[in-house]
């Protein structure tokens, strides 16, 4: 009859209505774009000497991500935000691992390999090389050792050495806590005469990570100033 339908006529109209609804909701939902997060850390470099620091930044877009953590297997990694510092160890590599903070914990954004190699320490004295000839009085008057690392041209702290003088048959090993010659040292070395060998051992150094690594020695020839022949 009439009444009937109507009634079936309704709840067609009510299921279709229903239905679309739900086919547009799940549209919506297939329509919504994950923003993709992407990361940036400078400077882009991958080769590391062993000992050596490197300041780095991790930016990670877009804004409102937050770092969650980084380590750095192999070496080293100190700092917050987006700013840290990350020290070569004494291996081949490392491998720096930077997290992204989410609800569900800490979420592996990049693995990034570092490369290590190891670095050659050497030691000057007023700017004079190994195995070189040195003047006595400028050796008295300024004599300060240094040391640099070769690879990088980069100086290096002098915290001690020690001096080897042969006098009389009779040898002295003198110790200066710091990389100037001390008052003992200088007047030994006044001694000496022209054509004299010199030896600075275990002139020791500390890197940037506060590691103290030893230079074996350091072998310079006296000669014998002008102004000290003059006078004489």
Do not use: H
């Not at 339908?5 to 086919?23: D, E, P, V």
């Not at 640099?148 to 200066?176: A, H, P, R, W, Y």
């Not at 060998?197 to 506060?210: G, H, K, P």
């Amino acid at each position: 009859n009439m009444k009937q339908k109507i009634i079936l006529l309704f709840f067609s109209c009510l299921a279709t209505f229903l239905f679309g609804q739900t086919n547009k909701a799940k549209d919506l939902t297939f329509k919504v774009k994950s923003e993709k997060t992407s990361i940036k850390i400078s400077p882009d470099k991958s080769l590391l000497y062993i000992g050596e620091n490197l300041r780095i930044t991790i930016q990670i877009k877009p804004s409102g991500r937050k770092i969650g953590k980084v380590t750095f297997k192999g070496g080293k990694v100190q700092g917050q935000d987006s700013s840290y510092t990350i020290t070569a160890g004494s291996g081949t590599e490392g491998i720096l691992s930077v997290y992204e903070k989410t609800s569900d914990g800490n979420k592996l954004l990049i693995n990034k390999v570092y490369e290590f190699k190891k670095i050659t320490l050497k030691a000057y004295c007023v700017g004079v090389k190994n195995d070189s000839v040195i003047d006595l009085l400028t050796l008295i008057a300024i004599g300060k050792i240094t040391a640099q690392i070769e690879e990088t041209k980069k100086q290096v702290k002098v915290v001690n050495f020690q001096m080897i003088v042969s006098s009389n048959g009779k040898t002295d090993t003198l110790n200066s806590k710091g990389s100037t010659l001390t008052k003992e040292m200088q007047e030994n070395i006044g001694k000496l005469k022209e054509g004299s060998a010199l030896y600075f051992y275990n002139i020791e150094c500390q890197m940037s990570d506060m590691a103290i690594r030893k230079i074996p020695s350091l072998r310079l020839f006296i000669s014998e100033s002008k102004m000290r022949q003059i006078g004489m």
